[in-house]
């Protein structure tokens, strides 16, 4: 059986990059789906939400993105509202979001793909602001 990897990646955000990175460090060739470009759909959203044990509300990005002018933020907004939204404006959706025979998990922070990986990248190995992931013995540091 081979260990597919799929992260849902925006090439624009640091923590998607580094999550890729770690990926391809530990010898993975994944499927990259840009969603900002393929979009999403709700039934995708569903799944994925589902798997990774997520609400829209806890999928949902606010920082850098126009949700709180979109008026998303709000407490009242239903999940029905939240995945049209989502659905319409795919930047809504917090990300990477990365699935693997482990498990489907919202990497953030960007160590987090590490649980969802069957091998660990050789260290040592850091994200793009410095900070040590692997050690060069190939121990987690975070």
């Not at 990646?9 to 994944?30: E, F, Q, W």
């Not at 997520?54 to 993105?65: E, G, I, N």
């Not at 933020?73 to 795919?90: G, Q, R, S, Y």
């Not at 990477?96 to 987090?112: A, F, H, M, N, Q």
């Amino acid at each position: 059986m081979s260990f597919q990897v799929v992260i849902h990646h925006n090439p624009d955000c640091g923590t998607s990059r580094n999550v890729l990175a770690m990926i391809k460090a530990a010898g993975y060739t994944p499927i990259i789906i840009e969603y900002l470009k393929e979009g999403w759909t709700r039934p995708q959203l569903l799944a994925l939400f589902a798997a990774a044990d997520l609400t829209p509300r806890d999928a949902l990005r606010v920082a850098r993105s126009p949700a709180k002018e979109m008026g998303l933020t709000a407490e009242d907004v239903t999940d029905d509202a939240l995945l049209a939204a989502m659905v319409a404006h795919p930047i809504l959706v917090n990300r990477p979001i990365v699935c693997t025979p482990l498990g489907v998990r919202l990497c953030r922070p960007s160590e987090t793909v590490l649980d969802l990986l069957n091998r660990l990248p050789p260290g040592p190995l850091a994200k793009e602001d410095g900070q040590l992931i692997i050690d060069a013995k190939g121990n987690r540091c975070v």
